[in-house]
């Protein structure tokens, strides 16, 4: 089988099938693969996964350090849209981590797409910070933990119809004031009630 039926393979693969790849299988494709591939493969299974996937015995107990971007779309009535994350039923804003060799604007725009079904250009988007430090300390129910430096973009501006995938439960807006306790982004949902604060004065 060639390289490219290799990781034809795999990207057709479940995400529960990408994440079951045997380390003794992994290493084997591995070592056949150019960095340009191994950079595709690693996009294809998703970049935390892949890297753990890589680590064996020790996949669990090594703290990542993740790039990403995520994203505050607000409607036309000032309320922010949240997704009921399947993984561990809080509420959180769309978003996700960066693919190697991405842009993190096209991070979030390709995340908003993923999870929610909207259409973000990148005209649309409005950086309010980057939110890093101990508030983006996120532990996960497989026992993975992860710091993550997470570009915070404002959207306004957005066209299609909503609709979510697997990764959620569901998808609501919420008014600032009324919001779910339960929630995944507390920390960035503050970073953009600041940025309002700040932006109004």
């Known amino acids: 089988m060639s390289n490219k039926e290799i990781i034809e393979k795999i990207r057709n693969l479940s995400g ?7 380390y003794e299988e992994l290493i084997d494709i591995v070592h056949r693969l ?10 294809i299974i998703g ?23 995520a994203a505050v779309i607000v409607n ?8 009921s994350r399947a993984d561990n039923d809080k509420w959180g804003l769309p978003g996700g981590c960066q693919d190697l060799g991405e842009r993190l604007e096209d991070t979030v725009i390709r995340e908003i797409k993923e999870e929610t079904n909207l259409d973000i250009t990148e005209d649309n988007l409005h950086l ?3 939110v890093s430090g101990p508030s983006r300390k996120n532990e996960y129910p497989n026992g ?6 997470t570009a915070l973009y ?17 998808m609501k807006f919420f008014d600032l004031d ?19 604060n700040e932006k109004n004065d």
């Open 76 to 83: 036309e009535k000032g309320q922010i849209l949240l997704q």
């Open 154 to 170: 404002y959207v306004k501006n957005y066209s299609g119809e909503l609709k979510w995938d697997s990764e959620s439960k569901a």
């Open 178 to 196: 009324n919001l779910p306790s339960h929630q995944h982004d507390r920390d960035l949902i503050d970073v953009y009630i600041k940025y309002l």
């Open 47 to 69: 970049y935390p996964v892949f890297t753990r996937l890589c680590m064996g015995d020790l996949k669990h107990k090594f703290v990542l350090l993740q790039p990403g971007a």
């Open 144 to 149: 993975d933990v992860v710091f993550n430096n």
């Open 128 to 130: 309010i910070t980057v």
């Open 16 to 22: 529960k099938e990408k994440r079951s790849i045997p």
């Open 34 to 43: 150019s960095s340009d591939e191994i950079v595709e493969l690693s996009n």
